[in-house]
């Protein structure tokens, strides 16, 4: 029998979306290597992607560069405009591409939808930004002399994109570099090919110019060493793991390309006892099971002041069990399956941790686990700093909960991480939530919120989360250089 997944992608008007071959340079490229994308609810497999390898990367690469004059060359209202259509096409097809990032990645269909308007605000906002990149005059400090900064496009690009967000991750990306005027070489990860293929055939509908944008699947380390070692790559921008990072981060030490990294969190979410605990309830679900977890934003740790710690955990049992499990592409699903059983794996074992150690475990038994990528929804309360969960990023839908007396006690527990990426302070203290934010070592703090991303704001971590930054007009100057020029003799 057919399976969910395969029946809906039966049914996609653009049959064309599961062709699976690569885009380089301006050409749809098959191979004999082919590899299986799977549903993750299932295991069933629903398409085929071409396997590029180390030669077709370097024919992409030297496109990229061929196409780099010529791009940047175009006015910055023209590159804003083939953005523009880009999104609009992205709109347009906007079924579709969700029923491919369901299919593939796990998420409920809801959540794939706001991912690609999600994702196409990033094309929209950096078109309108790349008209903005403006330079500086500096005040001379020497006579008949005039001192100019400009902000120019780094060179050709690469973009290393994980499977939790599959279109949104490129597009943060792709939308800055184009902007900026280079060209961009995706490596989706091979979980979520398809979504990244889509996007590429989008791309071209929109009229982006041959070898501005390509996509490769394949190998992660038989397509990033080929862009780690050439020089004409300027800029390499990764989402993903730390481990994988630091790897990157080494591998372009070679070349010394600008390095950006988006990578893993351990957020801590601070519930005072002044608060309103039906909103922070209703935040926690937002910040712990959107994408059933697996975001580096998901709240890791709460710690709950005691005078409210009873009373929380209690209302977020409530919330956790009412979660359904599920098929993504049902409309029932809240939570769908783990995209990687090795990270369902990790979950579980992080569970059966704390469970050993003291911690009270509740799960959901609503809908239906369909295989073993599948975790219920979870609260672990009482969870104590010696747990696993406490200590590393869980990436899955287990809400761990510790108690604390004091602020000053908190806020060390909080920063006591080597990662720092996003943090949350629930609080109707305006004296304390300012100070709070000041204390707290995270790229990003969400202060009586937990959503706060989008293109304006610069996403990024501190410490080991993470280098540089996306969105925003930081985004834009990851791809592009400062070029200081001295007018003498005037
Ligand atoms: P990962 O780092 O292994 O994969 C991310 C991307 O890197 C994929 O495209 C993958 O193919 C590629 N990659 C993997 N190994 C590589 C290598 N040696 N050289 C070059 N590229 C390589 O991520 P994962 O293990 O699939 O995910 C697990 C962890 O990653 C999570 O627990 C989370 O911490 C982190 N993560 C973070 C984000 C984020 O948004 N910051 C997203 C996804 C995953």
Not at 151 to 164: D, E, K, L, R, V
């Amino acid at each position: 029998m057919i399976g969910i997944a395969a029946r809906h992608l039966q049914n996609l008007r653009r049959r064309d979306f599961l062709a699976g071959n690569a885009l380089i340079d301006g050409r749809w490229i098959a191979s004999d290597e082919r590899d299986s994308v799977v549903d993750p609810a299932t295991g069933e497999g629903i398409a085929e992607v071409a396997r590029c390898n180390p030669t077709h990367m370097d024919l992409a690469i030297a496109a990229a560069e061929r196409s780099f004059q010529a791009w940047r060359g175009l006015l910055p209202t023209q590159r804003g405009a083939i953005l523009r259509c880009w999104a609009s096409l992205m709109n347009e097809h906007s079924e579709e591409l969700a029923i491919l990032i369901t299919s593939e990645q796990g998420k409920p269909l809801d959540e794939a939808r706001y991912e690609i308007k999600y994702g196409a605000g990033f094309l929209e906002w950096f078109a309108a930004e790349g008209e903005r990149a403006y330079g500086e005059t500096i005040p001379s400090h020497k006579e008949g002399s005039l001192l100019q900064v400009r902000m120019q496009p780094i060179g050709p690009a690469a973009a290393i994109t994980p499977w939790n967000f599959p279109v949104a991750m490129i597009t943060r990306k792709a939308g800055a570099a184009l902007a900026a005027g280079c060209p961009i070489i995706v490596k989706p990860a091979p979980e979520t090919p398809l979504s990244a293929l889509a996007l590429a055939r989008l791309a071209e509908e929109a009229g982006v110019p041959r070898g501005v944008v390509q996509v490769l699947v394949g190998d992660p380390i038989d397509l990033s060493t080929p862009l780690l070692r050439d020089p004409r790559i300027r800029a390499l921008s990764f989402t993903g793991s730390t481990e994988v990072g630091r790897l990157l981060l080494e591998g372009a030490a070679k070349t010394v390309k600008k390095v950006s990294l988006e990578l893993g969190g351990h957020a801590p979410f601070l519930v005072f006892d002044d608060v309103d605990l039906g909103k922070v309830v209703k935040g926690v679900v937002a910040a712990k099971f959107a994408t059933s977890g697996q975001d580096c934003l998901a709240a890791n740790r709460i710690y709950v002041q005691k005078g409210v710690y009873a009373a929380f955990v209690e209302a977020l049992g409530r919330a956790v069990a009412q979660l359904r499990l599920g098929h993504g592409l049902e409309s029932a699903t809240e939570i769908g399956p783990m995209t990687k059983l090795s990270v369902a794996n990790k979950c579980r074992a992080q569970i059966d941790d704390a469970v050993k150690k003291g911690a009270r475990a509740i799960s959901a038994s609503r809908g239906v686990a369909m295989g073993p990528n599948f975790v219920p929804p979870t609260l672990l309360s009482d969870v104590t700093e010696d747990m696993l969960i406490a200590r590393e990023e869980t990436f899955g839908p287990v809400a761990a909960v510790l108690p604390f007396d004091s602020e000053e006690e908190v806020i060390a527990r909080a920063n006591a991480s080597e990662m720092g990426l996003a943090a949350y302070i629930y609080t109707d203290s305006l004296r304390r939530a300012l100070r709070l934010s000041e204390q707290i070592e995270y790229g990003m703090v969400g202060v009586n919120t937990a959503s706060f991303t989008g293109p304006p704001i610069p996403f990024g971590g501190w410490k080991q989360s993470g280098l540089g930054r996306e969105g925003s007009r930081h985004g834009l100057a990851e791809f592009m250089e400062l070029k200081y020029v001295c007018f003498g003799d005037l």
